[in-house]
């Protein structure tokens, strides 16, 4: 006779920050939850791998300051330790050369980005942005507003190179124009944090949260289906291996492409299969020293690509190291791998010369999933995308960077968290009550 398993009061598919937080959340009211994490830890995107010293992220990774993920990290007693990046002597890549990125007065009036005109246009824009209101663009394209909002080309480039380092989004014809506008405001308001030790230390922050809280993970434990009753409800998940866990309530916290194939048709299952992934190439690098020490952030204007230091601020590297992201942001068509890799180094080469000569490790991801779903503005943009109610399933919720009206990125994936939470917490309540 096969093992008894208990059922568990709610099962959490999938073990990032989304996951992590949903299954700690629903243990804190008393459940019996239990985690399962197809990988050999949890962690996800988040996880950060450790080589000789040098903390790599994958990919860069910032912290929105004051969003609805720091909010729920803080709740969790999940410690949040890292440095803001500073907005000042950071450069704008165009045609091959450095100039100041426009990010004050000095910098406005002193860069050779562009003429008067486009200064003053500039100046006006960055002074106005905040009071901009997103939700009317929320269905209408981020292309849209910036022809209709913005008169130089220039400025419009500029503007264009904002919404991509704040969104990690390339797809201004697709991408909801309310939802890059609020995303930016946000990034400009409160700023960022590149954490020390990096996101890893939210990683086992979430665990430990979750581990107190009573969460049973199971790591090497991939789900393959949802089993339900007549009504439509889950009570159970199988797994790879065969196993089946019995379950009162699920949540399937993974991104939307992996999602889609576990949930019942309807309304969720069919905003997962047709999300479009956000994707963006990366090549992390870890030097014993900086070529260039105040040459820190660069933003390319002519081309969607993107370099930080991190170790600027954040602690991630032995005494006298450095930590360099340097990242293009992926459109439609991007071009073959080893172009864009070759044009990520050309990057590195203009910023800062002479890095190939102090290399400790290099990491080119080809295609990073940066976010599982654009927001796109043919959905009705935040306001489009679904809820975390499962259609068909009472008892199931899913959670992640694609599920919810609130916030982009790990806001989004860990406001939806609590939302899931929330669902799952309130129909377990009446059965336990009975009980």
């Not at 010293?53 to 949040?80: C, K």
């Not at 400025?155 to 609020?182: C, E, F, K, Q």
């Amino acid at each position: 006779m096969d093992d008894y398993i208990p059922a568990a009061d709610c099962a959490v598919i999938g073990g990032g920050l989304s996951g992590l937080a949903a299954a700690a959340l629903v243990a804190r009211g008393g459940a019996r939850v239990v985690l399962l994490e197809r990988a050999p830890a949890p962690g996800g995107r988040a996880a950060t791998r450790v080589e000789e010293g040098f903390h790599l992220n994958l990919g860069p990774h910032a912290l929105y300051r004051g969003g609805p993920a720091e909010t729920l990290l803080r709740e969790l007693d999940v410690a949040i330790d890292g440095g803001m990046p500073p907005v000042s002597g950071a450069f704008a890549l165009d045609r091959g050369h450095t100039h100041a990125l426009p990010g004050g007065l000095v910098s406005l009036l002193t860069t050779g980005l562009f003429g008067l005109g486009a200064k003053l246009e500039t100046a006006r824009l960055l002074a106005g942005l905040g009071r901009v209101d997103p939700e009317p663009w929320q269905a209408r394209p981020l292309a849209e507003w910036v022809a209709t909002s913005v008169q130089h080309p220039d400025v419009r480039r500029l503007v264009l190179a904002l919404t991509r380092v704040s969104s990690y989004a390339n797809a201004p014809d697709a991408h909801s124009a309310g939802a890059a506008i609020g995303q930016l405001q946000h990034a400009l308001r409160r700023g960022v944090l590149y954490l020390h030790g990096g996101w890893q230390t939210l990683v086992d922050g979430l665990r430990d949260a979750a581990v107190r809280a009573g969460v049973e993970i199971r790591t090497g434990a991939a789900a393959t289906a949802l089993l339900r009753d007549a009504a439509g409800d889950v009570m159970a998940v199988r797994l790879r291996d065969g196993t089946t866990i019995p379950a009162r309530s699920a949540i399937l916290a993974l991104p939307a492409a992996d999602a889609a194939p576990l949930l019942p048709e309807g309304e969720v299952r069919r905003a997962a299969a047709e999300a479009v992934p956000v994707r963006a190439a990366c090549l992390d690098v870890a030097l014993r020293a900086l070529p260039r020490p105040g040459a820190v952030f660069a933003l390319g204007v002519d081309t969607p690509s993107y370099l930080s230091v991190h170790t600027a601020v954040a602690r991630l590297a032995p005494a006298g190291g450095a930590v360099v992201h340097v990242m293009r942001y992926l459109e439609p068509d991007p071009p073959p791998a080893k172009v864009v890799e070759q044009s990520l180094e050309a990057t590195l080469d203009l910023v800062q010369p002479g890095w190939r000569a102090a290399v400790v490790t290099r990491r080119f991801l080809p295609g990073m999933l940066a976010a599982s779903a654009l927001v796109r503005a043919a959905q009705g943009g935040l306001r489009g995308r679904p809820g975390p109610q499962v259609t068909g399933a009472a008892n199931c919720a899913v959670a992640g960077d694609w599920v919810g009206p609130e916030g982009c990125l790990a806001d989004a994936s860990l406001a939806s968290a609590r939302r899931a939470a929330a669902l799952v917490t309130a129909r377990l309540r009446p059965a336990a009550a009975a009980a």
